[in-house]
């Protein structure tokens, strides 16, 4: 194909695409007007049916909690994949990173970036937890709180090193957490399907609007999302980070 | 639209540009990092915090990072 077929196809192409594309936008309801009944649906009614004060939140995790189920699964599934591709193999050794090789000397961190990192990690830590448990009153939730989370483990492997990194999180809590906050919410829905006969529905007390403790189930779930996000997070970082090879190869260098 | 939804709007076109037009893979990794607090901005801005928060946690930082990881771990292996 000669350059300037290919250029004769672009522009044919370039054309269709970007007249769909302007009609498509043409077609736009106005800036700022919302016509679906959803929404305002949800505004009117959820506090007073669900005693939340974030309708994200109760959208997500209650009046869709079946849907959220699917995608913790695809980040479970996701993350999981990925394990299996990076994780060491049969007669592979896990090793750390080619940084710490014997014969390459990396400069040490500096004592201001080790204290500011560490300050920012607890910073970082509070403001995960809080996000976290205040998703059902306060914007974010469990998958926003759980990446903060998973940042803050990154901080301490900028600020302080790779060692460090891996002994605030190890593989078997990593591992752990995102199993385990995969499963809970799954066993949240068998048990209310148990107890109530539909799945997902929430039948918890659902104590006083404003408070931590309100929203039946949804705090629940929510705290599952958190732990199962944060400890795939920081396993798919992990994953990236570390060096697998068979015991004949030399380490890189 | 207020000037703020605007200058948000810019922001995010200039941003989604520059890291286009940024060729080395490092620089890249810190625009995209930066067009995407645009993102989260403009997020905030339109009324949609929780999204805002996702934004800001995945495109400025996580995304950011892995990337940079990836072109460290390529560059050890080609010298």
Same mark, same amino acid.
């Given at each position: &194909?000669?350059?300037?077929?290919?250029?004769?196809?672009?522009?044919f192409?370039?054309?269709?695409?970007?007249?769909?594309?302007?009609?498509?936008?043409? #077609?736009l309801?106005?800036?700022?007007?919302?016509? #679906?009944?959803?929404?305002?649906?949800?505004?009117?009614?959820?506090?007073?049916?669900?005693?939340?004060?974030? &309708?994200?939140?109760?959208v997500n995790?209650?009046?869709r909690?079946?849907?959220?189920?699917?995608?913790?699964?695809?980040?479970?599934?996701?993350v999981?994949g990925?394990?299996?591709?990076?994780?060491?193999? =049969?007669?592979?050794?896990?090793?750390?990173?080619?940084?710490y090789?014997?014969d390459r000397?990396v400069?040490?961190?500096?004592?201001?970036? =080790?204290?500011?990192g560490?300050? &920012?990690?607890?910073?970082?830590?509070?403001?995960g937890?809080?996000?976290?448990?205040?998703?059902?009153?306060?914007p974010?939730g469990?998958?926003?709180?759980?990446?903060?989370?998973?940042?803050?483990?990154?901080?301490?492997y900028?600020?302080v090193?790779?060692?460090? !990194?891996r002994?605030?999180?190890? =593989?078997?809590?990593?591992?752990?957490?995102?199993?385990?906050?995969?499963?809970?919410?799954?066993?949240?829905?068998?048990?209310?399907?148990?107890a109530?006969?539909?799945?997902?529905l929430?039948v918890?007390?659902?104590?006083t609007?404003? /408070?931590?403790? /309100?929203?039946?189930?949804?705090?629940?779930?929510?705290?599952?999302?958190?732990?199962?996000?944060?400890?795939? !997070?920081?396993?798919?970082?992990?994953?990236?980070?570390?060096?697998?090879?068979?015991p /004949?190869?030399?380490?890189?260098? | 639209?207020n000037?703020?939804?605007?200058?948000?709007l810019?922001?995010?076109?200039?941003?989604?540009?520059?890291?286009?037009?940024?060729?080395?893979?490092?620089?890249? +990794?810190?625009?995209?990092?930066?067009?995407g607090?645009?993102? +989260?901005?403009?997020?905030?801005?339109l009324q +949609?915090?929780?999204v805002?928060?996702?934004?800001i946690?995945?495109?400025?930082?996580?995304?950011?990072l892995i990337l940079?990881?990836?072109? +460290?771990?390529?560059r050890?292996?080609?010298?």
């Amino acid at each position: &194909m000669t350059p300037r077929i290919r250029v004769c196809l672009f522009g044919f192409g370039a054309l269709v695409v970007g007249a769909l594309l302007l009609g498509g936008v043409d #077609g736009l309801p106005p800036f700022g007007h919302y016509r #679906g009944p959803y929404g305002d649906v949800i505004n009117a009614v959820a506090v007073d049916e669900r005693h939340v004060t974030n &309708m994200a939140t109760a959208v997500n995790f209650d009046y869709r909690a079946f849907d959220t189920l699917g995608e913790e699964y695809i980040l479970f599934a996701a993350v999981t994949g990925l394990a299996l591709l990076l994780r060491q193999g =049969r007669g592979e050794i896990e090793d750390e990173p080619a940084e710490y090789a014997a014969d390459r000397r990396v400069p040490p961190h500096g004592d201001a970036l =080790r204290g500011i990192g560490l300050l &920012m990690t607890a910073v970082t830590v509070l403001v995960g937890v809080y996000v976290v448990l205040h998703a059902h009153l306060t914007p974010g939730g469990g998958f926003q709180g759980g990446t903060i989370l998973g940042t803050a483990c990154l901080l301490v492997y900028l600020s302080v090193g790779y060692r460090e !990194f891996r002994a605030v999180s190890p =593989r078997w809590l990593l591992d752990g957490a995102d199993a385990a906050g995969a499963g809970a919410y799954a066993l949240v829905g068998i048990g209310t399907l148990l107890a109530s006969g539909t799945f997902l529905l929430n039948v918890l007390p659902l104590g006083t609007t404003k /408070s931590l403790f /309100s929203g039946g189930m949804i705090p629940v779930i929510n705290l599952a999302v958190g732990l199962e996000v944060a400890g795939g !997070f920081i396993l798919v970082f992990t994953e990236f980070l570390k060096d697998t090879r068979k015991p /004949s190869e030399a380490k890189r260098p | 639209m207020n000037a703020l939804v605007y200058g948000a709007l810019v922001l995010v076109a200039l941003g989604g540009t520059a890291v286009v037009l940024t060729r080395d893979l490092v620089n890249q +990794a810190i625009v995209l990092s930066l067009y995407g607090m645009a993102l +989260a901005l403009l997020f905030l801005v339109l009324q +949609a915090p929780d999204v805002a928060f996702s934004e800001i946690t995945v495109g400025s930082a996580a995304l950011p990072l892995i990337l940079l990881v990836t072109i +460290a771990k390529v560059r050890e292996r080609v010298p």
